[in-house]
Nanobody, 124 residues
Framework: QVQLVESGGGLVQAGGSLRLSCVASGRTINSYAIGWFRQAPGKEREFVAG????????VYADSVKGRFTISRDNSKNTVYLQMNSLKPEDTAVYYC?????????????????WGQGTQVTVSS
């Protein structure tokens, strides 16, 4: 019953910024963690960032730490990924996913619901 919809992807020049959003709709529940993942052509899906239910715990992949910021607005069932200083290697399809526990996991197998993905392309 729960669906996730990502938005905000697009084409941006290296060094630019994008802000992704993930909105949960349908039969949402209060307590869940959110993870952002990405998958580039020919690569496995990898963890990017995650945030706990209360927002007090965030986790970032080393490749994006210091450049990306994850946040959430629980009243709107929305999670954001602010991406700054984008690099061509950030090009990928970005997915948000829900874990029906309050703490973040970096493992794809620990997430229960996935969005359709949004394309991010960074040109040099």
């Amino acid at each position: 019953q729960v669906q996730l919809v990502e938005s905000g992807g697009g084409l941006v020049q290296a060094g630019g910024s994008l802000r992704l959003s993930c909105v949960a709709s349908g039969r949402t529940i209060n307590s869940y963690a959110i993870g952002w993942f990405r998958q580039a052509p020919g690569k496995e899906r990898e963890f990017v960032a995650g945030i706990s239910w209360g927002g007090g715990s965030t986790v970032y992949a080393d490749s994006v730490k210091g450049r990306f910021t994850i946040s959430r607005d629980n009243s709107k069932n929305t999670v954001y990924l602010q991406m700054n200083s984008l690099k061509p290697e950030d090009t990928a399809v970005y997915y948000c996913a829900v874990r029906w526990l309050i703490m973040v996991s970096t493992n794809t197998k620990d997430y229960n619901v996935w969005g359709q993905g949004t394309q991010v392309t960074v040109s040099s």
